[in-house]
């Protein structure tokens, strides 16, 4: 079997890694030169996503295609779509993609986000309660890392926008942050591991520990809305659902990253099966694994030239696991590799 990969990211190169122990060959279509996923892959095509000529040999390569990454175009899953299967399904896409529909969807299964207004130019802001301050300005596309976010104190300030699509969220007392990695096969089997813990930095992830230092009540209720949101979509592979939680341990859906997460890449050294072989284990339809927890871990996000410390091993303790994603330009926030450490 050959597995298609649109993307040539970091999350790429680890299914590469994991579809290589499975016997399933990897061809990686990115838009990007410096692509990690390339050095792992079997073939791979760098060129743009609307190149149909080169999608084309691509598709007709492979017996089945994912992507590592949320904003291919949807022109762009479509077309495939209609030649060969793909997994997730690309109308998942056009739900979560923007961050309105994403969060109407969520709330049509009566599961909680923070409150949110859209907002579709400067002067709406000027009539929003002030009781709705602070809150956080959101591009409804294409934002991640903190990317397309202005936090806004009081409705006082002076905000010009220049786009017409944007939400306007309540920042709420934050007590933590946590996600859920739970995979759907395609015979509807549904594991979820189990939540993880995260702390961000500038808006990046910084570090991921699992199991989360949470109630049993919360864990329970994290795993069951997140089962419950990827039934409704239907969804076959890995998806990560992120969570707030306030002070008063209310629970909030925050995202829904329809992909493996970076939160998850420790569940390669603490669980019995990795989020990336899970992934594959779903969209190639091979026999479903039941997720366990061998141990706990921590996982620290490697950012530009904090690369560099452990590029030599020198950092590296006996109980942690360094991974490299090759990439050459060490750019400041740039996420360039990770570090497991196993938590006995």
Not at 4 to 26: P, V, W
Not at 195 to 217: G, M, V
Not at 242 to 256: A, C, Q, T
């Amino acid at each position: 079997m050959k597995l298609g990969i649109l993307g040539g990211g970091q999350l790429g190169m680890m299914m590469c890694q994991e579809a290589k122990d499975l016997k399933i060959s990897t061809f990686i279509f990115s838009d990007t030169e410096d692509s990690p996923a390339t050095k792992f892959s079997d073939e791979y095509i760098i060129a743009q996503y609307d190149d149909f000529e080169k999608l084309e040999r691509f598709i007709q390569a492979c017996d089945v295609i994912t992507y590592e990454f949320e904003n291919i175009p949807y022109k762009t899953l479509n077309h495939i779509f209609k030649k060969k299967p793909v997994y997730p399904d690309p109308q998942i896409n056009n739900i979560i993609q923007d961050r309105l529909t994403e969060k109407k969807f969520i709330n049509d299964l009566n599961i909680p986000t923070v409150p949110y207004l859209p907002i579709e130019e400067s002067n709406q802001l000027l009539l929003v309660d002030e009781k709705f301050f602070p809150a956080i300005l959101k591009t409804r596309r294409l934002g991640y890392d903190g990317k397309g976010q202005t936090v806004i104190d009081s409705k006082t300030e002076k905000l010009q926008i220049e786009r017409k699509e944007y939400i306007l969220e309540k920042r709420i007392e934050l007590k933590t942050e946590i996600s859920v990695i739970t995979v759907r096969y395609q015979d509807n089997s549904l594991f979820s591991y189990k939540p993880i813990e995260n702390i961000h930095k500038d808006q990046i992830l910084h570090t991921s520990t699992s199991p989360a230092s949470i109630t049993l009540e919360l864990q329970t209720k994290a795993i069951q809305w997140s089962q419950e949101i990827i039934k409704a979509l239907n969804y076959v592979g890995v998806i990560c659902i992120e969570f707030f939680i306030d002070r008063s341990d209310n629970l909030f859906v925050n995202e829904i990253a329809p992909r493996v997460h970076n939160s998850g890449h420790l569940t390669i050294e603490s669980y019995n099966v990795s989020q990336f072989q899970s992934h594959i284990r779903a969209v190639c339809d091979l026999n479903p694994i039941a997720p366990e927890l061998k141990t706990g871990a921590q996982m620290l996000n490697l950012l530009g030239e904090d690369i560099f410390k452990y590029r030599d091993h020198s950092k590296i303790e006996r109980n942690e696991f360094f991974h490299d994603y090759f990439k050459k330009e060490a750019k400041k926030g740039r996420k360039m590799g990770h570090v497991t450490k196993i938590i006995y």
